[in-house]
């Protein structure tokens, strides 16, 4: 993993957000496969037949977290080399038994601020992570700098669930269930309820799509996947 000097202060949202993950690191794949009754599975399969590669290879895998996406890419053996960046090294090092060091890098940083040079990257994927970055906006640009001429974000994450889904259950297990279960295993009294909150203030896909043109993207489109739950968000640079 990126050892090196610490990165900015990642302000008092950060700051919670990564004592949250660092908090939960240790129950977040058990927790993240079982609530999801598996399906998190197919959602990365799906983010990861978006990926596209060009003249480096290479591709970021930002907010890694566990780094189940990043595993997924290193199978494929399509990319010249894989980073896997987040801000928690808790949950990275609590991946770290997933990943071939030879093939991916761990490394510890903000989004917000990616210690990558400019266009060094063809693809940026980010699962489930983009939600909890505030502003995204600082984020989208600095994935533009990164990204090669004509690089590819792809972005996996809930759909707002503001509509009922599935006659409003799915809206009563994420506001209610999920996050009883989550307190029970976790003993983390905060992070599942934060986990609903923001699905709930989470942008609509067309209002999201509309926030990547105007950060500069040149194009994006989205497409929802097992009835809205989530949402897969492609944009080109
Ligand atoms: C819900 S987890 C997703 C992890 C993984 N991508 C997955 O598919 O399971 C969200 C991750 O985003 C990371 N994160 C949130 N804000 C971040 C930021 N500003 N910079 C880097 N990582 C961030 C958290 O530390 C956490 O590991």
Redesign the pocket.
């Known amino acids: 993993m990126n050892r090196g000097t610490e990165f900015p202060d ?1 302000g008092e949202h ?1 700051r919670r ?2 004592s949250m ?1 660092n908090r939960i690191s240790p129950w977040y794949d058990l927790l ?1 496969h079982t609530l999801s009754l598996g399906l998190d599975f197919y959602w ?1 399969k799906k983010l990861l037949q978006t990926v596209r590669l060009q003249t480096s290879g290479r591709v970021l895998d930002l ?4 780094m ?2 990043s595993r997924q890419l290193q199978k494929q053996g399509r990319c010249s080399g894989i980073l896997a ?4 090294r808790p ?1 990275l090092e609590k991946g770290r038994k997933k990943i071939d060091p030879d093939h991916v890098l761990p490394l510890a940083a ?3 601020d990616i210690p990558l040079p400019e266009a060094s990257v063809d693809c940026v994927t980010i ?3 983009i939600r ?2 505030l502003p995204r906006e600082k984020a989208y640009a600095e994935i533009l700098r990164i990204l090669t001429p004509g690089g590819r974000l792809c972005i996996l994450e809930f759909g707002s669930s503001r509509q009922k889904i599935w006659g409003g259950i799915y809206n009563l297990y994420l506001q209610r269930i999920l996050p009883g279960i989550g307190r029970l295993v976790s003993r983390d009294r905060s992070a599942y309820g934060y986990l609903a909150e923001t699905i709930r203030e989470f942008p609509t896909a067309e209002d999201l799509k509309k926030e990547l043109l105007e950060s500069g993207f040149r194009r994006a489109e989205h497409r929802s996947l097992t009835s809205g739950i989530v949402c897969l968000h492609i944009a080109d640079k």
């Open positions: 990642p950060g957000v990564a993950f993240n990365r907010a890694a977290g566990t189940d996406v960046m987040d801000f928690s949950m903000d989004a917000r699962a489930f992570g909890n970055i």
